[in-house]
T-cell receptor, first 115, second 114 residues
Framework: DAKTTQPPSMDCAEGRAANLPCNHSTISGNEYVYWYRQIHSQGPQYIIH???NNETNEMASLIITEDRKSSTLILPHATLRDTAVYYC????????????????FGSGTQLTVLP | DAGITQSPRHKVTETGTPVTLRCHQT?????MYWYRQDPGHGLRLIHY???????DKGEVSDGYSVSRSKTEDFLLTLESATSSQTSVYFC?????????????FGPGTRLTVL
């Protein structure tokens, strides 16, 4: 799996957009970008994933650069409950693979939403 | 939350005693995982299962064994607990999405080995 680099911490004002960057310059063509977060003392929570195209769901948007070497997770209107460690993970998974490959979590970005 | 529960949620035990942690899921997922999370190490895979009676080792499997006799339960056993196994343990399942997979985690078990 490709290695990812994230800033160790970021702050964001409540109600503003939180933009969390991730570099994955060694990503391969069949590798997806996944984002998870972990609120203190809870299990990691899936947020979103994508391959090439930008993705949006009810939680966040994922913007992947054209060369796929970096991505940004956007929380459009951050709330205090979004304070968590956010993990960017790159891995190869296809519908047909049937693989049981695990997710390898790095250190992530500690996002603190300030009132 | 993909119907994942873990038991117990907290346990304190003594060195040398056996400990079994249970992960239970209600949605017939094929793939199940056990991770441990420690400060400075992120999440590390202990064992995983890709079906009933089908399991394999992860990166930190020494000192742990698993069993999956039915789809809904994945058990993690510490045969003889050591202080280095003090950690938070997370169970996870993998669910097929429209593209790729989504992995969902249980609430965790905090284990302290004295």
């Amino acid at each position: 799996d490709a290695k990812t680099t994230q800033p160790p911490s970021m702050d964001c004002a409540e109600g503003r957009a939180a933009n969390l960057p991730c570099n994955h310059s060694t990503i391969s063509g069949n590798e997806y970008v996944y984002w998870y977060r972990q609120i203190h003392s809870q299990g990691p929570q899936y947020i979103i994933h994508g391959l090439k195209n930008n993705e949006t769901n009810e939680m966040a948007s994922l913007i992947i650069t054209e060369d796929r070497k970096s991505s940004t997770l956007i929380l459009p209107h951050a709330t205090l409950r979004d304070t968590a460690v956010y993990y960017c993970i790159v891995r190869a998974d296809t519908i047909s693979s049937g693989s049981a490959r695990q997710l390898t979590f790095g250190s992530g970005t500690q996002l603190t939403v300030l009132p | 939350d993909a119907g994942i529960t873990q038991s117990p949620r907290h346990k304190v035990t003594e060195t040398g005693t056996p400990v079994t942690l249970r992960c239970h899921q209600t949605e017939n997922h094929r793939y199940m995982y056990w991770y441990r999370q420690d400060p400075g190490h992120g999440l590390r895979l202990i064992h995983y299962s890709y079906g009933v009676k089908d399991t394999d080792k992860g990166e930190v499997s020494d000192g742990y064994s698993v069993s999956r006799s039915k789809t809904e339960d994945f058990l993690l056993t510490l045969e003889s607990a050591t202080s280095s196994q003090t950690s938070v343990y997370f169970c996870a399942i993998k669910e097929l999405a429209s593209e790729g997979y989504e992995q969902f985690f249980g609430p965790g078990t905090r284990l302290t080995v004295l």
